[in-house]
Structures are given as structure tokens and as C-alpha cells.
């Protein structure tokens, strides 16, 4: 069986290394050892030294030679726009308060797994709430070396 034992971040490896792919929840891309199969039905497996969080774009390194390229999966979100600094700043800090995890996007919205009763309060709060499917990828937090912790 094939056999990843270290990861790359986004840009620090080549395309022409990728042999296959992965895609993933956010709950699974949260990894230390685990058999895994890859976007084309192939069994591996995932065996680090230590847990890490794999993004969009990090790649497994198989020890044979090679790369898996690790996709984020579409998942069940929840995107949230509001039209103040002072809303942003509470809606954040009640989203912190549930210790839920929060993605904040390109354009300054945030986005959270999808949980009605989170819908319900954040719009109470003056936001706007929209259901979607896409990929998750929270901040790792202030405490976590930056969200990434691969061999470089």
C-alpha cells in the first residue's frame, strides 16, 4: 500500500509530481495515521509524525515518489455578510462565544459549518445569512504556528 509520511504546503511542490488526489471535509483533513483512498478509488496510507491540518492545496508525500494533492470537499456552509464594522465585531464575537470555527472570506464575510439556530442569531444581529455548499477552511487560530506546521 502506498505510503504518505509528510505534507507540502501549496507552494512547494509541482504539479508534474501529482500522481492523484484527495478531497476532504474540514473535520477530516485533521490527520496524524489513517488509511485513506484517494479521488480515484486508490487505498493509501497517511502516516505522519504528527497531527497536522491539511488544507486546499497542501500534498501527501509518498514515500515512493510522488504527491497526493489534498482538495477541500464542498461542504454544508453558511455564509454571512453584514453592513457594519460594529456588526461584523459583535456577530464575531458571538460566533467566538460558541467556539465555533469561522472562515473569513476574501471579501470580509465570514463563513461557518451550517447550524440553524448560529442563522437565526447572527441575523438577529443585522446580518445577512446564506446556505450554500462550498469548501470550509477556518482560521487555524492565533495559537496554532500559523495554521500550517509542514516540513519545509
Do not use: C
Request: no cysteine; hydrophobic share 40%; proline share 2%.
Amino acid at each position: 500500500m502506498r505510503r504518505a509520511t509528510s505534507t507540502l504546503h501549496a507552494e512547494h511542490w509541482a504539479l508534474d509530481e501529482v500522481l492523484s488526489t484527495v478531497t476532504l471535509a474540514y473535520e477530516d483533513r485533521h490527520r496524524r495515521r489513517i488509511k485513506m483512498t484517494d479521488d480515484d478509488g486508490e487505498a493509501f496510507l497517511l502516516d505522519l509524525a504528527e497531527a497536522e491540518q491539511l488544507e486546499e492545496g497542501d500534498a501527501l508525500v509518498l514515500e515512493e515518489g510522488g504527491v497526493i494533492a489534498v482538495k477541500a470537499a464542498d461542504e454544508d456552509v453558511l455564509d454571512i455578510q453584514y453592513e457594519t464594522t460594529a456588526e461584523a465585531a459583535r456577530i464575531a464575537w458571538h460566533i467566538g462565544n460558541r467556539h465555533t470555527p469561522v472562515q473569513v472570506l476574501k471579501d470580509g464575510g465570514l463563513r461557518i459549518i451550517y447550524d440553524h439556530v448560529l442563522q437565526h442569531m447572527v441575523e438577529g444581529l443585522g446580518a445577512t445569512a446564506a446556505r450554500k455548499s462550498a469548501p470550509f477552511s477556518p482560521e487555524q487560530g492565533a495559537y496554532s504556528g500559523g495554521g500550517h506546521s509542514h516540513d519545509h
